[in-house]
């Protein structure tokens, strides 16, 4: 009885779940480092770098935060984590959400 009730609010917990809250990784191509700075700035995200890569994250509305994401790991394709199905094709898009999304 203990698991039939566990499961049913499980499968409640992943219905609940709507497009804002599952992320899709999109491979794009190699940004270098000055790219990503520029393109960053642009979109009013943060940038960061260490010895493992570098990346820009922003709220997807214009400033730094974490709910849109472009990584580079060393010589490797970028990957980008966006909210919902979108399907960027360059950093800026990625970065930033289209117009009219709601916040």
Known sequence: MRNAILGVVLIGA???CTAPCRAADVTLRKISV???KSACAKVGG???QDAGGYDCGTDCH???GTDC???C???Q???AQVPGARRPRDIES???APPGTPR
């Open 77 to 79: 394709k970028c990957v």
């Open 14 to 16: 992943i219905g609940l």
């Open 69 to 71: 994401i472009v990584g």
């Open 34 to 36: 000055e790219e990503m």
């Open 62 to 64: 214009g400033a730094p």
């Open 94 to 96: 990625a970065l930033r």
């Open 46 to 48: 943060k940038f960061s």
């Open 73 to 75: 790991k060393g010589d």
